[in-house]
């Protein structure tokens, strides 16, 4: 053997680390594109507007998307485990009107949280036991069933709106913790922590990305699929519940069309965050920062008077631009690499 190939042999043969450094990676991430672009609509507002930088009104902008935020932080967990819920305004609907018609008997504050958050309970109940359950297909049953939580608001309510409610439920939409500070905006700060603990430091969060991430292979290490998802859409019901309670309380009065279309914004919202829709992948760090951009979006278009079609429009080519564009991304890397 000649000394070449003894050199060739006893040489040491490095793989280069295909994901970089540590900073290489977040700087990489999507997390921080959004970031970068969160804060170019930033500037973009204050300069385009001269109320946009008042304190006050930056706070009136985070009602934006508080509300389908917290509904997003379940549906974040619910789409990396590969199912979808598109009742959740549907179940804001079904529980405010529940709530509507406690306040008009002289339901206190209290059984009137108490409502909103048990019929959300009740609703993912339902939708939990039909997909984990009878074994049905997530989109199917909640496309169902958003159809059947709001129609039976159609049926309680009609033309009508309920109203009359106790003058300390209106803290929960319209209170302010400390200065500028609304409880709203405080309860998405706690409950942005809580799902983040949730989904990336326990194990109940791993075995939501096994099961996304092969549903067949979570089965055989002995995790409880049917059981997990179960949960989640227990959860997203709970969410629902809250925002049913937060929006009602800022509005004051319950119609059957409030929150109407709110399924498209929350999905975009969680899609947009880096959550894939086939499932798998996805953190809460990229739906709270998806959350704050379309916020400011939809804020500044307003400042701007906009009207409100022009939003929905946005939103949708917004949904249809960040499903299609991993995909797209995905293709070309694959045809470079040929």
Known sequence: MSNASQAAIGEKRVIPDRLGTPF????????????????????????????????????????NFTEKAMIAFAMALLVISGEIDLSVAAIIALASTAMGAAAQVGVDTPGLVAIGLGVGLLCGLFNGFLVSGMKLPSIVVTIGTMSLFRGISYIVLGDQA???????????????????????????????IAFAILLHATNFGRQVYTIGNNDFAARFSGIPVERVKFILFLLTGLMSGIAAVCLTSRLGSTRPSIALGWELE??????????????GSGTIGGVVIAAFVMGLVTFGLGLLNVPGIVMSIFIGLLLIITIALPIVARRIRTMSSK
């Open 266 to 279: 929350v999905v975009t919202m969680v899609v947009l965050g880096g959550v894939s829709i086939l499932g």
């Open 24 to 63: 290489k990676r977040i700087l990489s991430s999507w997390e921080t594109l959004l970031f970068g672009v969160a804060v170019a609509i930033f500037i973009f507002n204050s300069l385009a507007s001269p109320y946009f930088l008042d304190p006050f009104n930056l706070s009136d902008a985070t009602f």
């Open 162 to 192: 309920y109203g009359n409610y106790p003058d300390s439920f209106a803290y929960f939409g319209q209170g302010y913790v400390f200065w500028v500070f609304s409880f709203e905006f405080v309860l998405f700060i706690v409950l942005a």
